[in-house]
């Protein structure tokens, strides 16, 4: 049994040496809470008040001296004063007028989108679509596109940054593609994907794992795999038997976790497995192995 004085000694090394990886998943749990909430109010709006209400103010309420439309960075401003009360991390959006009078694409940290009023008091969910004569098309922003394309760059650019620090498992035969996958310990689906490799390795694909310990309390053990003299057998051990052999973690592989979160926050990652191709597009989560085969490889599952 360990001493109460030791537990406060072991207690406080492990607050400074984990301090940074706890802010980006404290960062990443308030983003998530903040798109719930936001969602849920809209909701709200909507159903009560109607598309015309969720914008009518009061004669208490009204924002004196806002602009509604032709002054993006007046309504930038503020959003973000209305984003900081709920997360004051949030210095820096990307506004978008849409096609509807007093509402605005919001493209949070994250490639997170949003519409919401010029002064930031509404939002009305993620995507906005009109009614034609025949049907409802969705309205694209211009500012959502440039994001996705942004967001395959920083994933192709990152995946190559992070090449030496990867846990690989190499393609039996000759090689047709490989697939990149975050990935945490203890998740189902992590693990459920882990069971697919050996099929996966069969029809050519290299898995290249690195760790994303988003919101959960395993980056203990995914330093302990990444610092292992067998990195692939230790992250099967940590899956599926719970346990890893006595490993000494160093400063390194604690900087290749924080390394991998870093990139996965700035794709806007908010869970495990999150699978993308060389090129950096995100195919989803969990992908079934016939259909990863055949979106990598052009080929069905042998």
């Known amino acids: 049994m360990i001493c109460i004085g030791n537990i406060t000694l072991e207690v406080d090394v492990q607050a400074r040496e984990r301090l940074e990886g706890e802010i980006v998943k404290i ?8 798109f719930l909430a936001v969602i849920a109010s809209g909701g709200y709006l909507l159903a009560t008040k109607g598309l015309s209400g969720a914008f009518a103010k009061n004669d208490s309420e009204k924002t004196t001296g806002q602009k509604t439309s032709g002054d993006i960075e007046a309504v930038k401003r503020a959003i973000i004063a209305r984003l900081q009360q709920i997360d004051g991390t949030i210095d820096d959006i990307s506004v978008e007028e849409t096609p509807v009078e007093g509402v605005y694409w919001v493209l ?8 919401m009023s010029a002064d930031g008091r509404y939002v009305l969910g993620s995507t906005l679509a009109e009614l034609t004569d025949k049907e409802m098309v969705k309205v694209d922003s211009s500012i959502q596109a440039t994001a ?10 990152g995946f190559e940054a992070t090449q030496g620090n990867q846990i690989v498992f190499k393609a039996e035969g000759e090689k047709k593609g490989e697939v990149y996958v975050f990935t945490d310990v203890h998740c189902g689906y992590c693990k459920k994907f882990h069971q697919d490799v050996p099929n996966l390795n069969k ?15 395993d980056r203990e053990s995914l330093e302990k795999v990444w610092c292992s003299a067998n990195p692939q057998e230790a992250l099967s051990m940590a899956k599926f038997q719970d346990k890893l052999d006595a490993v000494s973690v160093t400063e390194q592989c604690k900087q ?36 990863l085969i055949a979106k990598i490889t052009g080929n069905s599952a042998q």
């Open 27 to 34: 960062k990443g749990i308030v983003l998530n809470l903040l």
């Open 108 to 115: 949070l940290p994250g490639n997170q989108m949003l519409l």
């Open 148 to 157: 996705a394309v942004e967001k395959k760059d920083i994933a192709k650019k």
């Open 203 to 217: 029809a050519g694909i290299d898995v290249h794992y690195l760790a994303g310990p988003f919101f959960s309390r």
């Open 256 to 291: 290749i976790v924080t390394d991998h979160i870093t990139l996965g926050q700035k794709l806007g990652i908010r869970g495990t497995p999150a699978t993308f191709t060389k090129d950096g597009e995100q195919l989803g989560g969990y992908v079934p192995p016939d259909q």
